[in-house]
């Protein structure tokens, strides 16, 4: 009997826990679907424009992306602090962080901007056609001016996602998704009086929507009255140490493991590109599709930080644990669906891109690749989530440098170029990379949560 009394109070918590986790995360989920759609727009936009035109996007997007990445990367600590204030009661402690996180990203912001508009060297080195420097060089001179309201935009986003409030950045995706429609419209087409300015038009309409984006939070941040006892932009200080440091020990390493996965799969496409235009062609078709069903980890991912932190602040590791777990099984059973759908229908998702049958039998063969990897992705993603609500950031880091780039990347060069096994075996080396990093995220989880219980740690 009492057992199963035990069992149905378990069931009744984790329901409880699922709905918290969606109410949290299925506005980050849109929110980050709205803002991969921009850049779909970007690359729709352009290729109706012309070939060089879409290049220079491409390449544009490509240097601008590890940028800005690691920025995110970094800022992302505000959201566990955040939390654990939160969860603890700290309010006053919550303004003061997200202050200095502003001054964070305006010292971040400083290098992005001189590096995205020094990159001349860059474009030589990777042998980038010379009609289409000047038009990569132009969309990164536009996109810069949009660094500082992005990682400000960020600052504002991940203290709203801190304290469990989501909506209101997926609302501010929705109105930069118009925004930057009607903005690559006029800009690279020319409109309303404007020049064409054609891929450079694409980085000013970038950098307005950033601007835009950053002002609508923040006003929404500014005037919203139940703020006001976190006193945001009140007592307004330079920078201090003791924040500043916080941000950058917890966000650092954020930044560098995301940068670790993203070029892995950089460099995987590029090992592509020496096996012929069709397997290229086919893998973009497979990391695309992955990559939006990757959304729905990743938000969640962001949801189990804002849980574990809070309940972290508020009760201590028993019940965190259980809140990561419970979130690390939610993102599973997604991926798990999302994998079923690539098993089933294989052909309908190819035949969203292409019609052409050579391509669609090597981009089917990587869907079901992509298929397998569904469930390592949601559990790396969805632990390393969990540990970032516990603050634990740096093993994590050195966790995906072994996973990626000992284990991933050099599994997949020997068996897709030194074995011959082509595209798969390439991808072998990512579900063996996200796989590693899978098992030792939760692993890592399990391991903390339980040694502060005990009170070891």
């Known amino acids: 009997m009492f057992n199963k009394f035990r069992d149905q109070a378990f069931r009744i918590r984790a329901k409880k826990e699922f709905r918290i986790l969606m109410q949290i ?21 352009a290729g109706n424009l012309s070939p060089r035109d879409l290049a220079a996007v ?12 690691l920025g995110a990367g970094v800022l992302m600590a505000v959201s566990p602090i955040v939390a654990q204030h939160f969860g603890s009661g700290k309010l006053h402690l919550i303004g003061k962080t997200t202050r200095q996180s502003m001054w964070v990203a305006l010292l971040i912001s400083i290098p992005s901007i001189l590096v995205l508009t020094n990159l001349d060297f860059a ?5 980038v056609e010379p009609e289409i420097i000047p038009l990569t060089l132009g969309y990164l001179k536009g996109i810069s001016w949009g660094v500082l309201p992005l990682y400000l935009y960020l600052t504002l986003r991940y203290f709203n996602e801190g304290i469990s409030i989501t909506k209101p950045a997926m609302y501010v995706s929705l109105i930069g998704l118009f925004f930057n429609i009607f903005w690559n419209y006029t800009l690279m087409y020319g409109k309303f009086g404007f020049p064409q300015m054609g891929a450079v038009g694409t980085g000013y309409a970038s950098a307005i929507v950033m601007n835009v984006m950053f002002i609508a939070l923040f006003a929404y941040t500014y005037f919203k009255k139940s ?3 976190y006193e945001i932009f009140q007592n307004l200080r330079l920078p201090e140490r003791k924040y500043i440091s916080e941000l950058f020990r917890i966000g650092v390493p954020i930044g560098i493991s995301m940068c670790m996965e993203v070029t892995m799969f950089a460099v995987v496409t590029l090992l592509m590109g020496s096996l012929g235009t069709y397997a290229v062609a086919g893998h973009q ?7 939006i069903t990757f959304m729905i980890a990743f938000g969640l991912s962001a949801a189990i930080t804002v849980r574990v932190g809070q309940v972290m602040g508020k009760s201590g590791a028993i019940d965190a644990r259980f809140s990561g777990f419970i979130g690390v099984l939610l993102a599973a059973v997604f991926m798990f669906l999302t994998a079923l759908v690539m098993f089933i229908f294989p052909g309908f998702v190819t035949g969203l891109y292409t019609d052409d049958p050579e391509l669609r039998q090597i981009a089917i063969q990587l869907i079901y690749m992509a298929a397998i990897f569904q469930i390592s992705d949601g559990l790396q993603v969805s632990g390393l989530g969990a540990l970032r609500g516990l603050k634990d ?19 997949g060069y020997i068996l897709g170029i030194y074995l011959d096994m082509g595209p798969v075996g390439l ?13 030792l995220h939760n692993v890592r989880f399990n391991n903390l949560t339980k040694k502060m219980i005990k009170g070891t740690l």
Not at 25 to 33: E, Q, R
Not at 285 to 291: K, Q, T, V
Not at 427 to 439: E, F, K, M, S, Y
């Open 427 to 439: 991808w072998i080396g990512l579900i063996a990379g996200l796989t590693v990093a899978g098992i």
């Open 393 to 411: 950031t740096k093993v994590p880091m050195y966790v995906n440098l072994v996973a990626y780039w000992i284990i991933g990347l050099p599994a």
């Open 285 to 291: 078709i497979a990391i695309n599709f992955a990559s």
């Open 123 to 127: 474009l030589t080195l990777m042998n």
């Open 25 to 45: 995360g299925f506005p980050v989920i849109i929110g980050n679907l709205l803002q991969t759609s921009m850049s779909v727009v970007d690359t729709v936009m």
């Open 227 to 229: 703020y006001a006892p």
């Open 58 to 69: 491409a390449v544009g997007g490509s240097l601008f992306m590890p940028i800005f990445i």
